[in-house]
């Protein structure tokens, strides 16, 4: 699965675009909401942080609000980054990292 949606995430960065959790879930098969798509975005992460140095999830983004969620966070704290939930600077930064890694993929 983490490899399916890091191929979904190749095509949204090389549109220089993010994807909201609904059309994420929508295209992997799972429920946008809960344990099955939080699980799922973990593992790209943690699958492919060394590969980016980046939370490459960074591209997948609340419909409303058009940022991550405070799961994107939590990981990024797992990942041994010293960040507050909804740090607009990081994850603007994270984004643009994940779409520069992700296009020159």
């Given at each position: 699965m983490?490899?399916?949606?890091?191929?979904i995430l190749r095509k949204t960065a090389s549109a220089n675009?993010?994807?909201?959790?609904?059309k994420l879930g929508d295209r992997i098969g799972i429920h946008y909401r809960g344990d099955?798509?939080?699980?799922?975005?973990?593992?790209?992460?943690?699958t492919y942080y060394q590969t980016y140095d980046c939370v490459i999830t960074a591209l997948?983004?609340?419909?409303r609000e058009g940022t991550s969620s405070?799961?994107?966070y939590e990981m990024a704290r797992e990942l041994g980054f010293d960040?507050?939930?909804?740090?607009?600077?990081f994850w603007e930064s994270h984004?643009?990292?994940?779409?520069r890694a992700?296009?020159?993929?």
């Open positions: 983490a490899g399916k949606v890091h191929e675009s993010t994807i909201n959790y609904k099955k798509m939080n699980n799922t975005l973990d593992s790209v992460d943690r997948v983004v609340r419909k405070r799961g994107f960040v507050k939930n909804f740090d607009i600077d984004r643009e990292k994940a779409m992700l296009i020159d993929d």
